[in-house]
């Protein structure tokens, strides 16, 4: 019997030691779950990535402790969300717990690009298993929770909990999230950015450096020039200022404000924005140019800029006028008005104020706070589309060659041209026969402005043929007194025609600054002076709309012109 005994008792231990797993304690776990109250579609994105804003993005947090006196082992996390992620997704975590250990489980969703087409909120939910054990004894631990899911223009400016809370930059935490509406790659607002440059900037972006990477004047003022295309782009447009909505909403236990956006394309297609939307299209077709986009934040308000080098320029993109918000603005005066409010801004961020924020985005990209992918939309497409043919078509460059093709400039600033005068004909006046008068004076006339002066001065019909809004020059014989006629199609208001001819002789090598002045005779007047590097003209310009556009006369000097001769052409204008 003994001889068998050994064996017995072998035989009974592997038997014990296989069957132990099974009656073996292998742990238990406690669950507490911290959902996210709330997910923005905009910012898709940025929940997927674990480096944004110390990972505080994210769709759920779990903290998990092994309660029993086993190890667990195989531990894993799944979780979906039906609708938006069908397919059971690992979180990734420990995979062993001891007894008494606690495991911190972050999910960081990746959210496919559809969730950017929704356009409205909705309860969404999150389904979750914790796995752990063996294949002979698998243990599943479930859990669940519902979230709101906003549409993707809601901005929610805070997911802290009310009790958390403690000051301004608590209640604004997200306010980096407007980088994620900045729509450079959108293929509508490429296309914008595009026909900016084209028909308003005439097909140079502005976004060069000088040589060793070097950030030169000449540099600057063309990356200046950019910014004020966009913003003549909104004001040839007749864009306009407009309220959207806005609120509070609850979260879970978070309460929050919102804000409805309407995303850079719904701006262009819409024809209208809120200071931040406005802000948004700038910051996106700046960076669809090449450069770097940035948008300040302050109370109540935010306005666009650009970063170049260590310095910014910032321009008031409201100057266009709307509700409550006065007169509109040209781009010379939008372009003053934002720097005015940068002082203010330098003075308070630099106090520490947290209500000045400035959101530079490049570096919010480099951060992991990505634009959205936006498909293709033929309808808001096709209503840009009709916005932006317009636009007066852009001839700087064509102007430009003919001015490098033209003689030396005298010294007082009157464009010169190879086009010799030639006599009038019926093309060139609707209303008169331009001929002298008895008085040795002779006037000429548009559809809807007329003016006139000595019949001795030398008359140029036309004197730049590739820019047709220069419909006739007259120049006295000592070239101290000049009057120019304008036709500017397709311009609304004499604001966006001055803005305009400003442009157009930039590009010919003129500096212009001029200021509104009032009104004469049904006329906006404007007083300004141009220079050319070699000579002052000094003006006053008396614009007024037409039929298809804006027409006007400029009547100016270098100096030492006849007073009593240049008051008589101005009083002459109707």
Known sequence: MKKFLLPIILAVAGVVLFLLPLFQSSGDIDVKIQPAGVIMPAAYKVYANPNVAGGRFNLFKAVVKNTGSGEIKNFRVQFKVPGLIDEWADVPTATNLLPGQTAVVTCFPVFPQSITERNTSSKEKTEIKFLYGGKANPIEHDESFTFDMTSVNDIVFTNMSDQDKAGF?????????????VSAEDPIIKHYAETVQQRILCGESGAGVGGNGQITDKDLA???????????????????YSETQSGEAQFGDNTSSTEHIRLPREVVSGNTGLCIEL????????KAAGLDPVIFLIPGHAYPGIKVGNQYVAIESTGIGGVGLGSIMNADQALQSGMTELKTFYTEASKGNPAYRLLDINELYSDGYQDMELKPDPILAGEADKITQTWPTCLLSAIAE???AAPARAAAPVRRTTYAPRPRNNNDNNNNDNKPSSSGWTSYSLSNVSVSYPADWKVLFRPVAQFPAIVMMAVSADRTGMVELYNVPGAYNPEQAAAYIRTTLARMGENVTYSEAGSYNGFTRFNGTTYNGQAALKWVGFFKNSGSGVEGVVVGTPGGGDRAVLNQIVGSIQ
């Not at 913003?231 to 007749?238: D, G």
């Open 402 to 404: 003919a001015q490098r």
């Open 169 to 181: 930059s608590d209640l604004a935490e997200n306010r980096d999230l407007y980088a994620c509406m």
């Open 279 to 286: 802000a948004l299209l700038h910051a996106s077709v700046y």
């Open 222 to 240: 063309e990356k200046v020039r950019v910014m004020e295309g966009v913003y003549n782009a909104t004001l040839i447009s007749h864009m306009v």
